[in-house]
């Protein structure tokens, strides 16, 4: 079946340093979904994508859909505490199943 | 505007019964989606209700079941539970165009002992 992989699992940055986290999945996606999820809350919904080779800014975040539609990545620019969490991405094969990614936990030391 | 609204908050079952988890999702949101969170597995997609259908299911026993009443309301039923269904269970409702991608609830902890 569909599986979808990130890394890294964990990543620990100085808090001003960049973050990149990487999607891959095993099967093409129709669209991709990228959540963050704080510590003991729930996955918060951040942006999608759809097209071969996409791009999307969102202040010091940007994503990236690959030219295959298998793989994608979330850059954060000069990060802050507040980028704390887990990211997720999350893609469809276009069957209404959103997968999602195993994750990667940032940390931000001040 | 109400967000995604998860019932009960906490739940503690013993082996072997059975559990209904509620979901009410933002008024207007058609689809609704069920996950499993757990550790060590992450985010495990149940199924996917659009209009009272299922329109998709993932990898788990049968003993996991759900429905969608025609206000969009959604259950979620797992009969004989056993310890590795202690999880988070988390509902994410969206509109018709998944564009604006899912609003989560807070989800439903599930401890069985």
């Known amino acids: 079946g569909q599986q979808v992989m990130q890394i890294p699992q964990y990543q620990h940055v100085q808090e001003g340093e960049d973050f990149t986290t990487y999607c891959n999945s095993s099967?093409?996606?129709?669209?991709i979904q990228w959540y963050k999820q704080r510590p003991g809350g729930h996955p918060v919904f951040l942006i999608q994508?759809?097209?071969?080779?996409e791009v999307k800014k969102q202040k010091r975040l940007t994503f990236q859909f690959g030219e295959a539609k298998k793989n994608s990545s979330l850059h954060i620019t000069a990060t802050q505490t507040t980028d704390v969490g887990t990211y997720f991405c999350?893609?469809?094969?276009?069957?209404?199943?959103?997968?999602f990614g195993t994750g990667t936990r940032l940390k931000v030391l001040a | 505007k109400a967000g995604v609204t998860q019932t009960p908050r906490y739940l503690i079952k013993t082996r072997g019964q059975q559990v209904t988890l509620s979901c009410s999702p933002i008024?207007?949101?058609?689809?609704v989606s069920w996950y499993q969170q757990t550790p060590g597995q992450g985010l495990q997609f149940l199924f996917e209700?659009?209009?009272?259908?299922?329109?998709n299911k993932g990898n788990f026993p049968g003993r996991f079941s759900g429905r969608q009443f025609s206000n969009s309301r959604s259950e979620m039923n797992v009969s004989t539970l056993e310890l590795g269904d202690s999880a988070l269970y988390l509902c994410?409702?969206?509109?018709?165009?998944?564009?604006?991608?899912?609003?989560f609830g807070s989800g439903t902890r599930l401890t069985v002992v």
């Open positions: 994410a409702s969206s509109p018709r165009d998944r564009v604006y991608g899912y609003t």
């Open positions: 099967t093409t996606l129709s669209n």
């Open positions: 994508l759809v097209k071969s080779g």
């Open positions: 999350a893609g469809e094969d276009g069957t209404y199943k959103y997968i």
């Open positions: 008024s207007g949101h058609r689809s």
């Open positions: 209700y659009f209009s009272e259908t299922q329109r």
